[in-house]
């Protein structure tokens, strides 16, 4: 593992267990000549909550889009249960166990609430799982079994997150990547998101990476925390210790 | 009344064929954004194909000519798949215009392969269906062709609109056409999904292609270039990208091309009809069924 840039903010190693559901190595991914992530190296322990806090611009979006497939990276791994999944192609990927919310949730407005979440399940051939995971999705957001053939595009704010994230279980991840969960809802509901985040990770054993504007809320709900900056990973470690930082809470957490 | 039932007859047959090749048009643009040039010259070798299937193996029976349709439909189906897999694919990543010209190139070498494979001259189509008139009460003269077209027609765009509404390839299909990135990231196979919707709509040019030569009797490699190009308008019209849209569109463009080729005007048919579709647009830029759509920066 490289060291990363800054040596004074340097995590200890110990910080972090062994034995990572993902792994990220000095992955560097450039968009056109301008470099989005420069070296960055994520360790992700099976079963936890990670999260990636840093302003706009860090480069959290990019390194889920990477690790998604949609970017190519011109150097580093990144290695899913021990296999490198650079270059393979994003349905591929999903296929592997790696499901995304992207930011902005990108549901399918045109489709009804049914369509979208059997979407998710495109790779699926076995019906009777389908269905199963139907189920579950539908336990956990009660909404959505309320109106199967809405059109999706119809759909609150809320109910909208509900989908995407329960579109993205539809494919039995073993990791989930959820970008940005909480943007443009109300603090109400952003509470029942987070709930049901800390419920997929807890009763699926879904291994999850967060990435958040919010870094208060991400660091309760979260086992893990990176801070990236232009590109980089600057901080790592435990969340509550990363929220007794001095560097975090004043940068991140808004207390001076 | 006659005259006027008849000449909707007639439209409603031309115009059923540039329904069906209109949604290939359309199908293509809603998941890749771009127009298949070369549209137009599957629908002819989708002529030819019935030509010489029915050469290997002349129909004299409604099952027979089915078959030749079926077989027809089947070969440009998978002549779809290739031009897509060959010509389009590798440049996916590319700026929208390459894969415009490279569309305009593969019509071309379609049309001249055409040429040198079959010769440039016209050549008559057989009668796959046993031919026969029907001549309804008040004069209505109805032909097999016709009814082959009128009864076809709809059972394919009910097939279509099945395949469409229920199936997980079409479902996925609406989903790239409203956001490819998404439907990547949830599991959808783009590649797949986009051979499909080639082999989709160049079965249906193919039929288009058929049941034209049917009704018009004769064939050669460049026959796809008009109907080609009214069926492209029409899909505009019918809002480009929207399914029943296209539909509607070839219908509506075979029946004012009927009427106006019936009345004094007929030698301005084609500038009448053209001029009537640009109304439309100017008074609904989308097309009749079409959303506008805004560019994303």
Redesign the interface.
């Known amino acids: 593992m490289t060291p990363p840039a800054s040596t004074a903010a340097a995590p200890p190693p110990h910080a972090l267990p062994a034995d990572p559901l993902l792994e990220i190595r000095d992955l560097t991914v450039h968009y056109g000549v301008i470099a989005a992530l420069r070296g960055i190296s994520l360790s992700i322990p099976a079963g936890a909550i990670v999260t990636l806090i840093g302003a706009n611009g860090a480069g959290k979006t990019t390194t889920l889009r990477t690790i998604?497939g949609?970017i190519p990276a011109r150097r580093g791994a990144i290695l899913f249960a021990g296999r490198n999944i650079v270059g393979q192609?994003?349905?591929q990927i999903?296929?592997l166990g790696i499901?995304?919310v992207?930011e902005g949730r990108?549901?399918?407005?045109?489709?009804t609430v049914l369509?979208n979440l059997?979407?998710?399940a495109?790779?699926q051939p076995r019906r009777a799982l389908i269905a199963d995971d139907l189920d579950r999705v539908y336990q956990l957001f009660p909404r959505l079994r309320e109106r199967p053939s809405q059109i999706a595009g119809t759909l609150s704010g809320g109910e909208q997150q509900m989908l995407a994230i329960g579109?993205?279980l539809?494919?039995r991840p073993r990791l989930l990547m959820l970008d940005e969960p909480s943007l443009g809802l109300a603090p109400l509901l952003v509470a029942a998101i987070f709930e049901k985040i800390a419920a997929i990770n807890r009763d699926q054993k879904t291994t999850i990476i967060l990435v958040e504007q919010n870094a208060n809320l991400a660091l309760e709900i979260s086992d893990f925390g990176y801070v990236l900056e232009t590109g980089r990973v600057i901080l790592a470690g435990r969340s509550t210790d990363l929220r007794r930082n001095p560097q975090v809470r004043q940068a991140y957490l808004g207390v001076s | 009344m006659t005259e006027f039932l008849q000449q909707l007859l007639n439209g409603l047959s031309l115009g059923a064929v540039y329904a069906l090749i209109a949604l290939g048009y359309t199908m293509v643009y809603g998941v890749l954004r771009f127009i298949n040039f070369a549209h137009s010259d599957v629908f002819m070798v989708g002529a030819f194909a019935g030509y010489y299937l029915n050469r290997w193996m002349p129909s004299d029976s409604m099952a027979g000519g089915l078959a030749i349709l079926a077989g027809s439909m089947a070969f440009c189906a998978l002549l779809g798949v290739v031009i897509e897999r060959l010509a389009y694919r590798p440049l996916r990543r590319r700026s929208r215009l390459n894969v415009l010209i490279t569309a305009i190139g593969v019509s071309l070498l379609l049309e001249y392969t055409g040429q040198f494979l079959f010769g440039a001259a016209p050549k008559p189509f057989p009668q796959l269906f046993p031919v026969r008139t029907f001549q309804f009460a008040g004069g209505l003269i109805v032909s097999t062709n016709q009814l082959a077209v009128l009864v076809l027609t709809p059972l394919l765009l009910a097939a279509l609109h099945f395949i469409v509404l229920k199936t997980?390839f079409g479902?996925?299909m609406?989903?790239i056409?409203?956001?490819p990135?998404?439907?990547?990231?949830?599991?959808?196979?783009?590649d797949r999904v986009i051979s499909f919707t080639f082999a989709l709509g160049s079965a249906l040019a193919a039929a288009g292609g058929i049941l034209y030569s049917l009704n018009y009797q004769s064939i050669d490699p460049l026959m796809g270039v008009l109907p080609g190009l009214k069926a492209f308008v029409a899909a505009v019209v019918g809002g480009i990208g929207n399914i029943p849209g296209a539909a509607l569109g070839g219908l509506l463009l075979g029946i004012i091309e009927t009427f106006v080729n019936g009345s004094r005007w007929s030698t301005a048919t084609d500038a009448i009809a053209f001029a009537l579709l640009i109304l439309i647009l100017l008074f609904r830029p989308a097309g009749l069924l079409g959303k506008l759509e805004v560019e994303k920066v």
Request: aromatic content about 6%; cysteine-free; overall charge positive.
């Open positions: 998604s949609l192609r994003p349905d999903v296929a499901s995304q992207p990108l549901i399918f407005a045109n489709l369509e059997r979407m998710g495109f790779r579109r993205a539809m494919s | 997980r479902t996925a609406r989903a056409s409203f956001h990135v998404a439907a990547t990231l949830v599991g959808i196979n783009l």
